[in-house]
T-cell receptor, first 111, second 114 residues
Framework: TQLLEQSPQFLSIQEGENLTVYCNSS?????LQWYRQEPGEGPVLLVT?????EVKKLKRLTFQFGDARKDSSLHITAAQTGDTGLYLC???????????FGTGTRLQVTL | DSGVTQTPKHLITATGQRVTLRCSPR?????VYWYQQSLDQGLQFLIQ???????AKGNILERFSAQQFPDLHSELNLSSLELGDSALYFC?????????????FGPGTRLTVT
């Protein structure tokens, strides 16, 4: 069973702070996605990374795929209250027809 | 708006009953995935259909079944409901063939079993 462990599980910070969320596995993924989910709503796709070592930026969010394609990180610069939500990473092994979702990181950004 | 629609938004029913959840994928997407999300279990993959055929199965109970119709909409049937089936059920769609790749999620159906 492939597992994607995310850390930290919970994070409570003030607006303006920086943070990093980690997603780790012992499995190699052909691609990895990051989603954000707000309470009572479906996960929303933020980014897909496919190449080992790849870095993608989405405004204040920076995503990195590990060189070995087993891990990924999400860095948020100058967090805003609108960044509050559940962040999920999800890996695609390329051989199975399903994504493996991480355990999730719940982020709360306060004023 | 992801383009994936799910109905109903909320469903309250009693133990032992049967319900049907409906999903319409994004225009052009051939793959539909069903997930269950509960507080203590995270997002659990249930089943995938691709162009009308079952493609992959996850942690789906025998009391649950799904199908995808020729117009590509999908239904998830839950029967002999138990209290533990209370959860959010999400449908997602993807254009990829044979690989999950990027998935686009619907708003979910919140099922409450009393």
């Amino acid at each position: 069973t492939q597992l994607l462990e995310q850390s930290p599980q919970f994070l409570s910070i003030q607006e303006g702070e920086n943070l990093t969320v980690y997603c780790n596995s012992s499995s190699v993924f052909s691609s990895l996605q990051w989603y954000r989910q707000e309470p009572g709503e479906g996960p929303v796709l933020l980014v897909t990374v496919v190449t080992g070592g790849e870095v993608k930026k989405l405004k204040r969010l920076t995503f990195q795929f590990g060189d070995a394609r087993k891990d990924s990180s999400l860095h948020i610069t100058a967090a805003q209250t609108g960044d509050t939500g559940l962040y999920l990473c999800a890996g695609d092994t390329g051989t199975a027809s399903k994504l493996t979702f991480g355990t999730g990181t719940r982020l709360q950004v306060t004023l | 708006d992801s383009g994936v629609t799910q109905t109903p938004k909320h469903l309250i029913t009693a133990t032992g009953q049967r319900v049907t959840l409906r999903c319409s994928p994004r225009s052009g997407d051939l793959s539909v995935y069903w997930y269950q999300q509960s507080l203590d279990q995270g997002l659990q993959f249930l089943i995938q259909y691709y162009n009308g055929e079952e493609r992959a199965k996850g942690n789906i109970l025998e009391r649950f079944s799904a199908q995808q119709f020729p117009d590509l909409h999908s239904e998830l049937n839950l029967s002999s409901l138990e209290l533990g089936d209370s959860a959010l059920y999400f449908c997602a769609s993807s254009p990829r063939t044979g690989q999950s790749g990027e998935q686009y999620f619907g708003p979910g159906t919140r099922l409450t079993v009393t």
